[in-house]
């Protein structure tokens, strides 16, 4: 056993499909009770690494552990650790949800009795439990997830793996799953582990690592990723924009320029930027709107690509997805 | 290792989802009996009583008995490709489960249910002249358990080289169909041509229905002794179960 303070981490993870390198020298480490968030875009190696922490693929080399234990070595201590929502979903439609939950504590070994209640919480916590006696096949996408999660949960894991858990669900799913998830550590005592393409949904997350081509690109929380991009932009529009740009000029170290009405300073810290702008103008300040760099601007300052935009590379993120497909069986 | 509880629900879940689709039922059983009566009927017109007495009927019966145990045992065993296809197979895999218990639970779900359906076909042997005893009904319960493991278990292999609904044409007219002419069901192996002949005693069906016939026509044609039926049965099965769990593992 392999004692430390973070949940998950992986030494040198490296994943080869018939040369193809699908995960390339990973190594990340979660601390115990956040929402960690593993962001890139499609073909990233995204879904490659989470099947080799859920034991379900073997690393061509380098080490991870889950909860201390060895995916490869140790894979059953590893599975009773994790919970898992995959990115398709693996329910049985022809059974009930409440089947579902049954069926899953069962397979974890768990009490009687004490399943019996798990089940009734976790319903009650999704907003589940008018329709437990349903079969799954009438469920909406965003009811079936939430189900996956409740799943996921039942066997109390220490790890709780979402594959782009909001995939293919509507604004409104969405935000009801987001509702959930977000509460997780707290309420379920559970780290979550999440893929996502979507840079609003990554925000929430406590940290986060921008993966690329199977490499970690960036790592921090969302903040410090903003960061990277250089700081908020504030736009100012004044009674006399160009005399309160030369004012501002000699105040405030910050690249100033003014364009279309509206003046901008870039580079700042917005929230201390604004007061100290009031200060200065007064009454010369018609209106102030600031603008803070997304993630899809760190993504694209790293790799010069937008994250959700066809690119030369999708030929090759498309091949691996297709490797990957074939490989998942296992 | 065997989690009797992780065996115990994967059987649960084939038994609800069987029942639950009534119409599967209707039509499973529908096969096996078309075949005794039509084809039966038609055939019995064109081959005369063999020199033991038998009519074609009763020589066929325990055959269609031995085709409705291939049929759902295959059928049930390799709703292990529907399970991979719509995902469910990962929630298995992913469990800390022995894949020995994953697999003895699909080849008793396959055991349970053909064996049940065969029984089911038992009840109309009156209709066409048999009249078993209460000692050859529980010979045949027996027969008909371990033809029905033996066959759940090889659908197991066959379903773990197999990853998509497509598949099934492939399975149904290359495995199913021969193993089903081959067996001795419909006729006797004595009559077939050498390389046919051969290729039937490599079938683990032919000795279950060979067996059958011990039972239900004891005066009947037969084709090997008993005991070399039920040894053949036994062996192939444990063999098959623990090749499942191989093939299983390995992750095909």
Redesign the interface.
């Known amino acids: 056993m392999y004692r430390m303070a973070s949940i998950i981490k992986t030494e040198s993870l490296v994943k080869d499909f018939d040369g193809l390198r699908a995960v390339d020298n990973l190594n990340l480490e979660v601390e115990e009770r956040t929402i960690f968030g593993f962001l890139g875009p499609n073909g990233a190696g995204k879904t490659t690494t989470i099947n080799i922490l ?3 693929l073997r690393p061509t080399s380098g080490r991870a552990f889950i909860n201390g234990y060895d995916c490869v070595k140790d894979a ?2 590893v ?2 650790s ?1 919970g ?1 929502v ?1 990115q ?8 009930t949800a409440y ?1 579902n939950l ?3 504590a ?4 768990l009490k009687r009795e004490e399943s019996k209640k798990r089940i009734e919480e976790l319903l009650q916590f999704m907003d589940l439990y008018d329709r437990k006696d349903e079969p799954v096949k009438r469920f909406s996408g965003g009811m079936k997830r939430r189900l996956e999660v409740a ?1 996921g949960l039942m066997h109390y894991p220490k790890v709780l793996f979402l594959d782009e858990p909001t995939l293919g669900l509507d604004p409104q799913s969405r935000a009801g799953l987001w509702e959930h998830i977000v509460r997780l550590p707290e309420s379920h005592n559970v780290t979550v582990f999440m893929t996502t393409h979507y840079m609003d949904e990554a925000e929430v997350c406590n940290r986060m690592a921008i993966i690329d081509h199977g490499r970690i690109i960036a790592e921090g929380t969302p903040e410090e990723l903003k960061r990277m991009v250089g700081g908020d932009v504030v736009y100012l529009r004044a009674k006399d924009n160009k005399m309160a740009k030369e004012i501002l000029k000699e105040r405030i170290i910050a690249d100033i320029e003014e364009r279309n009405g509206e003046i901008f300073v870039h580079g700042v810290k917005g929230d201390v930027c604004i007061p100290e702008i009031i200060r200065i103008l007064g009454e010369q300040v018609l209106s102030v709107r600031l603008q803070r760099p997304t993630l899809n601007d760190v993504f694209l300052k790293l790799t010069g690509r937008q994250i959700r935009e066809g690119s030369p590379e999708d030929e090759f993120k498309e091949s691996i997805r297709s490797y990957r497909r074939r490989f998942d ?2 | 290792m065997i989690e009797l509880k992780v065996v115990y629900v994967i059987v649960m879940r084939e038994l609800i989802k069987f029942f639950r689709e009534k119409s599967k039922l209707v039509s499973t059983m529908a096969r096996p009996l078309i075949w005794l009566f039509f084809v039966g009927m038609g055939m019995s017109r064109l081959v005369p009583q063999d020199i033991t007495g038998t009519d074609y009927m009763r020589f066929l019966f325990p055959g269609i008995i031995g085709m409705t145990i291939l049929f759902s045992a295959i059928f049930s065993s390799i709703s292990i490709i529907w399970d991979k296809e719509f995902g469910f197979l990962k929630e298995i895999l992913v469990a800390p489960v022995s894949r020995f218990s994953i697999v003895l639970g699909k080849a008793l779900s396959g055991t349970l249910l053909s064996s049940l359906q065969a029984m089911l076909i038992m009840i109309v042997s009156p209709l066409i002249g048999i009249y078993p005893e209460m000692g050859q009904i529980a010979g045949s319960v027996l027969v008909i358990i371990v033809l029905s493991f033996c066959i759940s278990a090889l659908g197991i292999i066959i379903a773990s080289f197999y990853e998509s609904l497509e598949s099934f044409s492939m399975i149904m007219n290359f495995i199913v169909m021969p193993m089903f002419f081959l067996s001795g069901a419909m006729y006797p192996l004595k009559k077939l041509p050498l390389v046919l002949k051969y290729a039937a005693t490599l079938n683990p069906l032919t000795y279950g229905i060979d067996g059958l016939r011990h039972i239900l026509i004891p005066h009947g044609m037969l084709d090997f002794p008993f005991y070399l039926d039920i040894f053949v049965l036994l062996s192939t099965s444990a063999v098959f179960l623990f090749l499942s769990t191989y093939v299983f593992e390995r992750g095909k």
């Open positions: 859920c034991t379900l059953h201590r599975r009773s994790i898992i995959f398709d979903t693996t329910l049985d439609k022809d059974l089947e049954l069926f899953h069962y397979l974890y070994g799943r069986r296992t």
